[in-house]
């Protein structure tokens, strides 16, 4: 196990049956609350970002990591938030999680053509969401250069529905 991912797992904490029976919450408070492991997972993800225009955040726990490896890498922070939150013209893509379903969206004038971009996240469980932003940034006219994450939950298969992308995740459990 590398230093980082020992750091990391360190610092998430199991929480069982939340939000719903028989889901196991990676809870990555704890981790955020210590500044040698978030700041060592902020450089790491921004290393990821060598070339990208811009990186896409997801709604909530995404844009605790997207918008700081934004801000590290130079590029600019695009965020994909639940439907209904955002103020302009909007992009939607519907999925289903874990634990329920929502809708995304994200401004239709988010990105130049081209744009190259990296979208980042905190767990990749199902896979739903990660593919759901990836239709979107498409849709809108960028790149997907790839995808990261801090945690992979390997059982759940996420990887299976992200096979035409880059995916790095920090740690897989
Ligand atoms: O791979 P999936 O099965 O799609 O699950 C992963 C997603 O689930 C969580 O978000 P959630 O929708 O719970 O929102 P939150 O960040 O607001 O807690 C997590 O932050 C990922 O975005
Ligand atoms: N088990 C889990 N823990 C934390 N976030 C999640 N998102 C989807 N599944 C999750």
Not at 116 to 132: P, S
Request: proline share 5%; aromatic share 6%.
């Amino acid at each position: 196990m590398t230093e980082l991912s020992k750091l990391i797992l360190d610092r998430i904490r199991d929480v069982p049956d939340y939000p719903k029976p028989g889901v196991l919450f990676k809870d990555i408070t704890p981790l955020l609350a210590d500044h040698e492991a978030f700041s060592a997972v902020v450089e790491e993800l921004a290393r990821l970002c060598q070339g990208c225009d811009k990186v896409v955040g997801i709604e909530a726990r995404g844009f605790i990591l997207a918008a700081p490896v934004a801000f590290r890498a130079g590029a600019g922070f695009v965020p994909v938030r639940k439907k209904g939150k955002l103020p302009a013209e909007t992009f939607e893509a519907s999925y289903d999680l874990e634990y329920g379903s929502a809708v995304i969206e994200v401004h239709r004038d988010a990105f130049a053509p081209g744009d190259r971009v990296l979208i980042v996240d905190d767990v990749l469980a199902t896979g739903g969401t990660a593919r759901a932003t990836i239709e979107l940034v498409r849709g809108a006219g960028a790149e997907v250069v790839g995808a990261a994450v801090l945690m992979e939950l390997a059982f759940l298969r996420g990887r299976e529905k992200l096979d035409d992308v880059d995916l790095r995740s920090l740690v897989i459990v």
